[in-house]
């Protein structure tokens, strides 16, 4: 046992294919009730990685924790504990989503009654009760994923794996899921996200890793990281005249200044005070300020810079 | 354990809602050796016991070893394998599910056969023993079938085009058309290697009384059979799991 205090615990996790390292040396914990970005271009290892930590295949060294329990010698009480939305899983399409749900629950070992309790209930948090009894090829992409959410939920997990749950999924039924996420964190789960979508790490998580190559280039809070990259902050203005934009270089604090389109962007570490100095040109110049916002990094800046700078 | 056995029974529901009427299932478990069987009996003059015994013991083979080649390419194609692997489940649970499920469609197939040959005369003597082995096949052919599936394919016609290679020529050396008495001397050798020609001759032990082994060695070859096809379809589905993610 590696330890107790934290959701998921992974020391030195490292998977080789062939001579590919496809996970190196990853260390890092997922704290009790959080939810936990995991973030990473194609090909980093995000999904390998899972896989290890939900007992799908073995990693070549290291160890994962799960509350506790060892992956490798308890894999059976550890996934018991876990309910898990794989990246291109399926609900049976030949079952009904009643049958797939019930299967769950014999899976995992839920009592009947409470099984069927379950089943109920998720189906109308889902909103997918009008259609228990239909087969599930029947179902629509985004019905197919509710229920293999709900599925995941059959045996109430302390611990949410999902990768991409929403990839390829339309806003109302990747907002119902979001909500969904929320909700289940609020209920105690701890909650461990794959995802594509910065906006939503950015909304839903607590902290986020970053992977590339197999390795963690960032882990901690969205906003941390957001002030990690010194320098991006910019001052955006449009004014009812065009402008030279070579008269802006000069300015104190301004790093670098860009066209785009009618506006200009100026890249700088004191945005308050390039502020003041474009109220000064403006006034000096007889021009009228159209627009003006001052923009912070993002997290898809920030997964930009790790991701490069690793490249 | 029996919490595994449990969910041993959930798998194996589940493959018989979804597998059972399935293209291949029908085709390679029951239409192939029906018509094999016709093509070797008509025209030729056979008692009607010796035909209804080797019909019944080719009909296990292939219907209980129909249902679990299939299952594994599928779910590989379906995308189901992965919440299997994320189950509290242990790949003996799983293979166990899928065997069940065959078992059950091999013992059920297998009663046809047997209610043809009494609708036309022919009498059981031995019942249990009939019983016994025909069970005893169905879960050792079963297991013969997981190890055709743990082929890292999604494509179920691979899977059986490598089981028919090798379902082929066993019913051919086992004693189902030619009784073991009459091969020749190799022949009788490479018949002892098939787990076929034990079930065949309990089947006739059963139907006309008539044995080339004794029936202990006929109950026991089929045990080890099973415990070898069981073992090594464990360590090659342990093997090929990652590959068919």
């Not at chain 1, 997990?157 to 990747?174: H, N, Q, R």
Request: charged content about 20%.
């Amino acid at each position: 046992m590696i330890g107790s205090m934290n959701a998921i615990e992974v020391n030195n996790l490292t998977k080789h294919f062939d001579d590919f390292t496809a996970v190196d040396h990853l260390d890092f914990e997922v704290k009790n009730g959080e939810i936990f970005g995991f973030l990473g271009p194609n090909g980093a290892g995000k999904t390998t990685t899972v896989r290890m930590l939900t007992g799908i295949i073995k990693p070549d060294l290291g160890q994962v924790s799960i509350m506790g329990l060892d992956i490798r010698q308890d894999p059976i009480k550890a996934k018991q504990i876990m309910g898990v939305v794989p990246e291109l899983s399926n609900a049976y399409t030949e079952l009904t989503a009643w049958n797939n749900l019930q299967f769950m629950a014999e899976l995992y070992g839920v009592p009947k009654k409470d099984g069927r309790q379950r089943a109920e209930e998720l189906l109308g948090k889902f909103d997918l009760y009008e259609r228990k009894d239909h087969k599930v090829r029947t179902f629509s992409k985004g019905m197919k994923q509710k229920l293999i959410i709900a599925m995941s939920l059959m045996n109430d997990p302390e611990i949410l794996f999902l990768d991409e749950p929403t990839s390829g999924l339309d806003v109302m039924s990747a907002r119902l899921i979001k909500d969904m996420l929320l909700e289940l964190n609020k209920e105690g789960k701890t909650i461990f996200l794959t995802t594509h979508y910065m906006e939503e790490a950015n909304q839903l998580c607590s902290r986020v890793a970053i992977i590339n190559h197999g390795k963690i280039a960032a882990i901690d809070a969205p906003e941390k990281l957001k002030m990690r990259i010194g320098g991006l902050e910019w001052v955006e203005v449009s004014f009812d005249m065009p402008v030279d934009a070579s008269d802006f270089s000069d300015l104190s604090g301004v790093i670098d200044v860009r066209m785009s389109g009618d506006k200009l962007r100026l890249y700088t570490n004191e945005p308050g005070r390039t502020i003041y100095q474009l109220v000064d040109y403006s006034l000096s110049n007889d021009l009228e300020i159209v627009m003006l916002n001052t923009l912070t990094p993002t997290l898809e800046d920030v997964f930009i810079k790790l991701t490069e700078g690793m490249e | 354990m029996i919490d595994q056995l449990k969910r041993a029974c959930a798998i194996a529901k589940k493959d018989i809602r979804i597998y059972y009427l399935k293209g291949p299932v029908v085709i390679f478990g029951i239409l192939f050796p029906v018509f094999l069987f016709l093509a070797f009996v008509i025209g030729r003059d056979l008692p009607v016991d010796f035909l209804i015994a080797g019909l019944l013991s080719m009909t296990i083979f292939f219907t209980s070893m129909s249902i679990t080649p299939v299952i594994a390419p599928t779910e590989t194609q379906t995308r189901n394998l992965e919440r299997l692997a994320a189950a509290p489940v242990s790949i003996t649970t799983v293979l166990m599910g899928d065997m069940l499920a065959s078992v059950l469609f091999g013992i059920g197939i297998s009663l046809v056969p047997i209610i043809v040959g009494m609708a036309i005369g022919v009498t059981v003597e031995h019942p249990f023993i009939l019983a016994a082995g025909i069970v005893l096949a169905a879960f050792c052919f079963s297991a013969m079938g997981l190890i055709f599936s743990s082929t890292p394919t999604s494509m179920t016609s691979t899977v059986m085009m490598i089981s028919t290679m090798v379902k082929f020529p066993l019913v051919f050396i086992s004693g189902v058309f030619i009784p073991i008495s009459e091969l020749p001397s190799w022949g009788q050798v490479l018949a002892s290697a098939s787990p076929l020609t034990y079930i065949t001759d309990l089947c006739r032990y059963s139907f006309q009384g008539t044995n080339y082994y004794p029936i202990w060695m006929d109950i026991a070859a089929l045990v080890i059979f099973l415990v070898i096809f069981m073992t090594a379809a464990v360590k090659l589905h342990e093997k090929s799991l990652p590959k068919r993610l």
